[in-house]
C-alpha cells in the first residue's frame, strides 16, 4: 500500500454530507473500502481489527433520508469514526487486546461513545491498541503487530495505535481512544497527527476497560486540532472551542531537560521542535 495520505478533515466531511455535495453512504463505503485495502494488502496496516459494514451503511442511509427531507442535523451527523478496541461498543468486539476477553461483546455504548453516536457519528471500525493498554509498541497479543502508515518500518507507538494509524492512513478523520500515561499524545505523535488527552474526569471512563481509575481517560486522535475539537464537544455537551489567537502566548521548552534525555535527543526531532517553535514565533 502507498504510504500515509490524510484524508479531508471532519469539518469538510461532514460540510460535504449536509450541503449534500457527497452522500453519506458514499463517504462511510470511502472509509470502508480504505479498511479493506489495507487490512487485506500483502502486509496489512492492522489499524482496525473489526469492521462494522452493515450497521454502518445502514447509518449512512439514515444521515441520507435526513438530509434530503430538511430535517435537523447533529454536530457530528454522518461523520464516520474509528474507537479503540477497550472502549465498548453495542454488539461489537471489545478485547482490550487481552485474551481473557477477545470474545467480548458488550450489550450497550460507553457513555463516551453513546454521546458521538447520538450526535450523529457513525463508527466504521474497532481500533488496534497494546494489551490492557499498556505500551508503546503497537503491538497486540490479540490482533497482532499495527503498523505506522508513515513508514511501516517505524513504531507506531501506542497504546491508541489502531486509531491513530487510521487517521494518518486517511481510513476516518479522526477517532476515539484512550490515554493513562500518554496512549493518545504517542501514537498521535509518531504518526504525525493530533491526539488530546481531556483531563480525568472532562470524558466520561465507564465503559473502558480499566488501567488506573485515577489517570484513565478516553479522548479523540484527529487529523487537525479543529477536528479534536468537535469531539470534545460532543463528548462534553459544551460548546465547539474556537481557534484562539496565539498572540503574546506564552510557551516554555524545557531545553534543560531534553540536553538531559537518557539517550540524547534525536537530531530529526529537535530540527521539528525547533521548526514549530519557529512557526509559533512568526505568528506571535
Known amino acids: 500500500w502507498e504510504p500515509s495520505v490524510l484524508g479531508p478533515s471532519a469539518h469538510e466531511i461532514i460540510n460535504q454530507i449536509h450541503s449534500g455535495e457527497r452522500t453519506c453512504v458514499d463517504i462511510v463505503q470511502a472509509s470502508l473500502d480504505r479498511i479493506a485495502l489495507l487490512?487485506?494488502?500483502e502486509r496489512p496496516l492492522n489499524a482496525c481489527v473489526e469492521t462494522l459494514t452493515e450497521s454502518a451503511l445502514a447509518a449512512a442511509e439514515a444521515v441520507d433520508a435526513k438530509v434530503k427531507k430538511n430535517q435537523p442535523l447533529g454536530l457530528l451527523e454522518g461523520l464516520p469514526i474509528v474507537v479503540k478496541v477497550n472502549i465498548d461498543v453495542?454488539?461489537?468486539?471489545?478485547?482490550a487486546s487481552t485474551a481473557a476477553l477477545k470474545e467480548w461483546r458488550p450489550p450497550q455504548n460507553a457513555p463516551c461513545v453513546a454521546r458521538l453516536v447520538e450526535a450523529g457519528a457513525i463508527i466504521v471500525g474497532r481500533a488496534n491498541m497494546c494489551e490492557l493498554a499498556v505500551g508503546f509498541s503497537g503491538s497486540s497479543p490479540v490482533h497482532g503487530l499495527c503498523l505506522n502508515p508513515r513508514n511501516p518500518a517505524i513504531n507506531v507507538g501506542g497504546s491508541s495505535s489502531g486509531t491513530a494509524a487510521s487517521v494518518a492512513a486517511g481510513i476516518v478523520?479522526?477517532?476515539l481512544g484512550s490515554d493513562t500515561g500518554g496512549s493518545l499524545r504517542g501514537p498521535a505523535a509518531l504518526c504525525g497527527v493530533v491526539g488530546f488527552r481531556p483531563s480525568t474526569g472532562r470524558w466520561p471512563s465507564k465503559g473502558v476497560v480499566p488501567?488506573?481509575?485515577?489517570?484513565?481517560?478516553?479522548g479523540p486522535i484527529g487529523a487537525c486540532v479543529e477536528d479534536i475539537c468537535l469531539l470534545d464537544a460532543a463528548a462534553t455537551s459544551t460548546q465547539v472551542v474556537a481557534p484562539k489567537d496565539v498572540t503574546d502566548l506564552k510557551?516554555?521548552?524545557?531545553?534543560d531537560w531534553l540536553a538531559?534525555?537518557?539517550q540524547g535527543l534525536d537530531e530529526t526531532a529537535l530540527a521539528a521542535l525547533d521548526a514549530a517553535s519557529a512557526a509559533l514565533r512568526k505568528s506571535g
Do not use: F, M, N, Q
Not at 453495542?90 to 478485547?95: E, I, P, W
Not at 488501567?211 to 478516553?218: G, K, Q, W
Open 39 to 41: 487490512e487485506t494488502s
Open 211 to 218: 488501567v488506573s481509575a485515577l489517570r484513565d481517560t478516553p
Open 260 to 262: 538531559t534525555a537518557p
Open 251 to 255: 510557551i516554555g521548552i524545557p531545553r
Open 173 to 175: 478523520s479522526c477517532g
Open 90 to 95: 453495542k454488539g461489537a468486539l471489545t478485547t
